[in-house]
């Protein structure tokens, strides 16, 4: 059984929002660190926006900051990204991760989950 289930990816516009959602099933989900990852064509996976267990602080990759707002519902076991203001070059499969106590250091994340990813395709 998936772990981490995203949805919410599409094709859109340059300039328009899209809402991703990772629902999990990880027993105390309050307990993870929560990541969102990109990988597009060609690239390497890249980080994107965290968000810590416990006290919640975020921390955004420069690429999307200002644009993208990540946040986490522990009673529905849900993690979110808001995106808006597309860009095409924010083009890219779209991964969850979990990492149990993760903080916002993710490079050092070493036991992480992933999800099977959803796309996002923005055209100009």
């Known amino acids: 059984e998936a772990q981490l289930v995203e949805s919410g990816g599409g094709l859109v516009q340059a300039g328009e929002s899209l809402r991703l959602s990772c629902t999990s099933s990880l027993l105390s989900f309050g307990d993870y660190g929560i990541g969102w990852f990109r990988q597009a064509p060609g690239s390497e996976r890249e980080g994107v926006a965290f968000i810590s267990f416990g006290d919640h602080r975020t921390y955004y990759e420069e690429a999307v900051k200002g644009r993208f707002t990540i946040s986490r519902d522990n009673a529905k076991n849900t993690a979110y990204l808001h995106m808006s203001n597309l860009k095409p070059e924010d083009t890219a499969v779209y991964y969850c991760?979990?990492?149990?106590?993760?903080?916002?250091?993710?490079?050092?994340?070493?036991?992480?989950?992933y999800g099977q990813g959803t796309q996002v395709t923005v055209s100009s």
């Open positions: 991760a979990a990492e149990k106590y993760g903080g916002l250091g993710y490079m050092y994340w070493r036991n992480t989950i």
